[in-house]
């Protein structure tokens, strides 16, 4: 196994997990774990949830019916798999075989449920859109449309979501707006008598400090994973970062005063130097914008990488630090007092850590422990 591995840490998943479960009491949980869960391994992730026993997930969130069926597959759970994905007809035979419940998100799609005349009835989730403007069908339309589904007799709607747009900042006005749209709609169909089966709407953001938004179910994502998903949210559930990203120093080499190092000659020594070369780099989701900026932990204190960082490599400066070749190096994580996470690569590079986790390829073998 190479040096850089990926830890991932099932216990710290497990505390965020339970912790989330504690926040919102009796609620079901949705453990949204697409996107290989969010880089840690979608189905050590699951292996792990199930083992809570009677509090483990009450359903499993993905992105693709692909996802869906590589979990089906794996026969690590029997909860129902919802699949955020827009309901396709060539995928109803999939549907059916790995018990997976697709999305309902467009009015068009209700060709596709008249169309199906299968025996079992296909159960569907139906997303309202209340703002967020990706998918799902218009909150306006939505008693229209959901009535319609309600008649059709091989249809069951197993339940009915909003996503939010803003639940992560600090001001929930247009949260609040997407909330209050979503009551109408489900105030509406209860009105008519239309059985919506589970109702889910809170996503992390929203879990943090919108429980009026919890209804039925709830979906963590990020935060499954140890992170808030915003710095504008509350801290009102105790998160540890599951993700841990590690490497060793290989080679270590004197660098003169005013000498330069690797592509583009964006670093000088400012005096002699010692740099240590660790085998990481952007093919492995070190973001080469991290060059000259980021940092690593070794033997408990920080120090700068330096230089362009390359496909394969990159440099710290050690300078009088006692390290030796073999050394771990933490570049991701909390090491001691020490803390480098995916927020701080976020704020270097501008994004959220969603996206630092799920670019750490899979060229970086993920390590899992308890």
């Known amino acids: 196994m190479r040096p850089t591995v990926a830890e991932i840490s099932l216990r710290n998943l497990k505390f965020n997990y339970l912790n989330i479960r504690k926040k919102v009491k009796n609620r079901a949980v949705m453990a949204v774990v697409k996107a290989d869960a969010y880089g840690h391994g979608m189905l050590k992730a699951v292996e792990a949830l199930e083992s809570l026993g009677e509090a483990k997930p009450a359903y499993y969130g993905v992105a693709l019916t692909e996802e869906a069926i590589e979990l089906r597959k794996s026969k690590l759970t029997s909860a129902p798999i919802l699949t955020f994905s827009p309901v396709k007809e060539e995928e109803i035979p999939e549907y059916f075989k790995f018990k997976i419940i697709p999305t309902f998100a467009s009015s068009s799609q209700i060709k596709i449920l008249k169309k199906y005349k299968g025996k079992k009835p296909l159960l569907i989730h139906v997303n309202v859109d209340t703002g967020m403007g990706r998918l799902g069908i218009d909150y306006r339309e939505a008693l ?3 009535k319609e589904i309600s008649t059709l007799g091989n249809v069951k709607i197993d339940g009915i979501y909003t996503h939010f747009a803003t639940s992560d900042e ?3 006005s247009f949260a609040n707006i997407q909330l209050g749209r979503f009551k109408e709609v489900l105030n509406e169909l209860e009105s008519e008598g239309i059985e919506t089966g589970i109702v889910h709407a809170a996503n992390s953001g929203a879990i943090l400090d919108l429980p009026d938004a919890y209804f039925d179910m709830v979906r963590p994502g990020i935060s499954l994973y140890g992170y808030y998903p915003s710095l504008e949210t509350s801290e009102s559930i105790k998160l540890k970062p599951v993700m841990k990203l590690v490497s060793q120093i290989t080679t270590l080499k004197k660098v003169r005063k005013g000498e330069s190092v690797s592509y583009g000659r964006i670093y000088f ?3 002699n130097i010692v740099a240590a070369t660790v085998p990481v780099g952007y093919a492995d989701g070190y973001n080469r914008l991290l060059s000259n900026k ?3 932990i070794i ?5 700068k990488q330096i230089g362009r960082v390359t496909m394969d490599r990159i440099l710290f400066d050690v300078t009088g630090k006692s390290v030796n070749i ?8 909390r090491e001691g007092k020490q803390n480098f996470d995916a927020w701080e690569w976020s704020k270097i590079l501008n994004t959220i850590p969603y996206e630092i986790t799920c670019n750490i390829s899979k060229r970086v073998p993920r390590v899992y422990v308890d």
């Open 144 to 146: 229209d449309i959901i």
């Open 269 to 271: 020594a400012p005096k």
């Open 326 to 333: 073999g050394n771990r190096i933490v570049l991701m994580g």
């Open 170 to 172: 600090k001001n929930k």
């Open 294 to 296: 980021s940092k690593g």
């Open 299 to 303: 033997k408990g204190s920080q120090v």
